[in-house]
Each structure stands twice: as C-alpha cells, then as structure tokens.
C-alpha cells in the first residue's frame, strides 16, 4: 500500500530535478559558448523485507533516481559579428583561459581587450596563448587571428609591416566528459585528466558561437516533466483516496 | 523549485537584451554610435553528487556526477567599436574618421571627453566647436575673413584668405586612441569617457602611428545593422517566453503537489 506514495514520490523528486536542468538550459538559451545539460536516471531496487521460499516469490520494488547530469558537447551555431576580437572554434577545441582558480576551458570566444592590453574573456580572464597570455602593445591596430591562432597586427608608424603578438592555444581532450561546468562558461578539468593539443579545429576570427540548447527539445521535455509530474500526483491522490475508502468500508459496524 | 528562480534569471536576462537591442535600434540614425551587445554567463553549479565519488564498496567510481545549474547573469554590455561607414554631406565641419582614433573635446568643466562625432560647427569666436557647443582639443580659430577651410586627411586644418594664393595652417586636429576602446564610458551625446579599463589615451596625429586619416565633408554613421539586430530582438523575445513557460511549468508542479492535500 505504501509503496506506491513512495514510488511516485522518488519519481517527483527526480522530475524536480530534471526540470532544474531543463530551466537551466533555456535559461541560457542566448549565452555564447554555453553546453546544454541533460539528466541520466537509473532504477533502484528498494531493499525490502522479503521472503522468496514461497511459491509465489515477492516482488521486488523498484524505484527511479538520478544518476547524473550530462553535457552535450556539440558546437553551437556561428554567429557573424565583424568584430577582430570574437574567435568562434570550428572543431571539438576548446580555448585556454587563467582563472584565479587555475585554468579553465571555455567555447565562448567573446574576447576584449584589457586596460593592460591583454586578450581577455568578458569576466577579464587572461587568454591564454601557447606561451602564456596574448599581450597587445597601445598602438596596435589592425587584429588578425588566422585558423591556427597566430595573432598578428599592424604596427603602428611601419605601414604594411604585421608582428606577432603571440599563437592561441587550441586544447583538446580524448573524452570531453573529463571536463566539469565551473560557471561563467567555463569547464574544469576532473582530476587526473591532462588537456592534448587539438590540432584539427580551427579558429574562427570575427565570429562568436551561441548556446546550442535546442529550445523546441527543452520545451517538449519541459511539457512531458509537467505532464508526468502530474500524473503521478493523480496516482498518488487516487491511492490515497483509496485507502480511506478501505478504511472506511472496513471499520463500518454492522448496525 | 530551483527551477523557478533559474527560469527568473533567464528572463531577467532577456529583459536586458531587449534593453540593450532597443537602445541599438533607437541610435540607428545616431552619428558615429556604437552598438553593444548583452553578453551572458551561466552561474554557478551546485554539484549534488560528486564526480569520482566511490558507488560501492569495490571501489567503483561514479564516472560523472549531477550538476545543478542556478541560471544566467549579465556579465557586461560592451559596445562593438567597428567602423561606421562614411557617408557624404558635403558641408566643410564635417569630419569622420576613417580608422583608429576619437577627438578629443573639452567639457564645461575642463575635463576631456573623446568623440567619433565629427559634425563640428564655428562658435560666435570662430572656434571649432562640437554640435554641443564644446570646445575640440587643440583649440582651433578660424580667422573671420576666411573664405575657405581644407581639413586634410592628416588633420590640418588650411583656410584660405583674401589677397593671398596660398593657404594657411591654422591648427592642427589631434586623436586619441585606447587599447581597449570597448572599456570607455559612454555619458551620452556621443561623448566617451577614459575610465581605467580603457587605459591612458594616446594622442597623436592622424594618419600616423597607426591612427586614421580624416575626411572632410563626411559623417560616420551608426555601426548598427538592422537585420541583425532584429533578428536578436526575435531571439531574445523567444528566450523570454521559453524563460515565461519555464516559470508556469514549476508553477504547475508545485499546485499539483499542493493539491495533494484536500
């Protein structure tokens, strides 16, 4: 009898939690770089008081949970923007950014240019370049980042002269489920993992990559959470009329 | 229902957007404005299982965890300091830049503020003035028998007097130019403001060292463009609305559990 409310209940919790991802991705349906997250669940046999000598054995109970968020790693579309500063990657590569809390990862290629002149992701994180941060001098003018990175400019006074200012880095990995969501899109590296160089993507200058949560998927998945969440709680509203009924019926005294 | 307050982020968010893209579309027609764009971020994960935590006591690692995500925020609205296109009036003030640099203008209060706005006029003392009445920095006087002003591509400013065959220079227009041009502050009538993520202006002159070169008779417009702004107008519209229906999805939700209890 009570396994139902039960049941239904580990249910609920898991559709909450589904729902939490769900808003998550439409929240940053516009956010540049930003992975969508989808949710894994599991069943989970209830341990329960059984006997199983009998002819008819007992049943066992089986409950849902979740056992873990997933990102989907594919790229998102490429937006034009003309500007010399977005780089989108063409590629499974990721950038390099420093972050006070060690390097980071990051698609989002939405870069500025620093007070110090360096190349900087929009919350100011350094960029990393192979060999450390991309550092402009005042008078460069004229950005160019070609499909391996090299960053070159004009020099300002030596028209027609270009010098380089350094090569960004294009970090890859063998399994991209290696890599954790740290916020402001940018992803850790789980322990024990190393980045590899990815030599295949290529940089994309003046372009910068949107979100690439699938909205019309996110919201028939938001429908079919509401649904469900609904249902369940029929479920549960019915077993639980059910068992007053049962009571009722059962306590009445034969007048 | 954590999904509440995400769904509220998101549409806070969008709110923005639409902020930022109206002021784009509403300076379509501005001389020399630069649009901004809204960039986002997703906040911070609360990670309810931990990845590499033990499932069993062999020692199995959980290979990946459950992350929780709590929304989107704003991280800035940086304008997109691309050149404008020049478009012709003909009238001898006007003066666009074509490449790198601001001018710089002298505020009421003495302090420098830089423009791309280069519809300057004559004051009552034959100053060289901004459409607002500011001084441009140098000063430049042109005399009152002039009959004709040359301001050429490096800046120069020539007038032509009667009586005499050739010109002569009566100033000299400087620029400036920022490392990061994305970092100024901008107070309104197309005027911009040093602030320290722009760093120290470098002045120089036009047409050198990197700067651009001027052309009379010429406006910078707007770097807005139309088509892509309304297409992000249509985008943000959207999100909001998925963002809206996010909201009455936990609000179904939460009633139906409510409901339970009759």
């Known amino acids: 009898m009570q396994n139902t409310l039960l049941v239904g209940l580990s249910r609920q919790v898991v559709l909450r939690r589904e729902l939490d991802v769900v808003a998550n991705n439409i929240a940053n349906v516009n956010t540049s770089g930003f992975k969508a997250d989808g949710a894994v669940f599991e069943e989970f046999i209830g341990k329960t008081a059984r006997s199983d000598n009998m002819s008819n054995r007992d049943r066992q109970v089986s409950f849902v949970r979740d056992r873990a968020t997933w990102t989907d790693f594919s790229s998102g579309s490429m937006e034009r923007t003309g500007n010399a500063t977005d780089v989108a990657i063409n590629g499974k590569g990721f950038f390099a950014v420093q972050t006070p809390g060690g390097e980071r990862y990051t698609r989002n290629g939405g870069f500025l240019v620093d007070n110090t002149g360096q190349l900087v992701t929009s919350e100011g994180y350094p960029v990393l370049g192979e060999n450390g941060p991309i550092q402009f001098q005042p008078n460069d003018v004229n950005i160019k980042i070609s499909g391996d990175g090299t960053v070159s400019v004009a020099v300002a006074g030596n028209p027609g002269q270009e010098s380089q200012r350094g090569k960004l880095r294009m970090v890859g990995f063998d399994n991209p489920a290696m890599l954790q969501k740290a916020g402001v899109g940018t992803f850790a590296l789980k322990d024990g993992a190393t980045p590899i160089p990815d030599t295949q993507s290529k940089f994309v200058q003046g372009s910068v990559e949107k979100s690439n949560v699938r909205s019309v998927v996110e919201m028939t998945r938001m429908i079919e959470i509401t649904r469900t969440y609904t249902q369940v709680a029929n479920m549960m509203q019915q077993q639980s009329d059910m068992r007053r009924t049962a009571i009722d019926k059962l306590a009445e005294v034969p007048a | ?262």
Request: charged share 15%; net charge negative; hydrophobic share 35%.
């Open chain 2, 1 to 262: 229902m954590r999904a509440l307050h995400t769904a509220a982020t998101g549409m806070m968010a969008q709110e923005l957007n639409v902020q930022v893209i109206s002021n784009n579309i509403a300076n379509m027609r501005t001389t020399a404005y630069k649009r901004q764009r809204a960039e986002f971020q997703d906040l911070l994960y609360e990670h309810v299982s931990r990845v590499g935590a033990q499932t069993s006591s062999q020692g199995n690692v959980l290979p990946a965890g459950i992350e929780l995500g709590s929304g989107v925020k704003t991280v800035g609205t940086p304008r997109i300091m691309t050149q404008g296109s020049l478009a012709q009036t003909g009238k001898d003030y006007d003066v666009a830049i074509r490449g790198e640099g601001f001018f710089k203008v002298t505020m009421p209060d003495g302090s420098t503020a830089y423009t791309r706005d280069g519809s300057f006029e004559l004051d009552a003392q034959g100053r060289i003035v901004t459409a607002n009445g500011n001084l441009i920095q140098p000063g430049i006087t042109i005399p009152q028998n002039a009959t004709g002003v040359t301001i050429n591509a490096q800046g120069q400013v020539l007038v032509t007097q009667p009586g005499q065959t050739t010109q002569n220079q009566v100033g000299q227009i400087e620029l400036s130019m920022f490392i990061n041009k994305a970092g100024l502050k901008g107070i309104g009538d197309n005027l911009y403001l040093e602030t320290p993520a722009s760093g120290a202006p470098q002045n120089g002159t036009p047409q050198l060292n990197g700067f651009g070169d001027l052309q009379q008779g010429n406006l910078e417009q707007a770097n807005v463009e139309a088509v892509s702004e309304i297409s992000d107008l249509i985008a943000a519209q959207r999100a909001y609305e998925m963002n809206a229906k996010v909201i009455s999805a936990a609000d179904q939700m939460l009633s139906a559990t409510s409901n339970l209890m009759r």
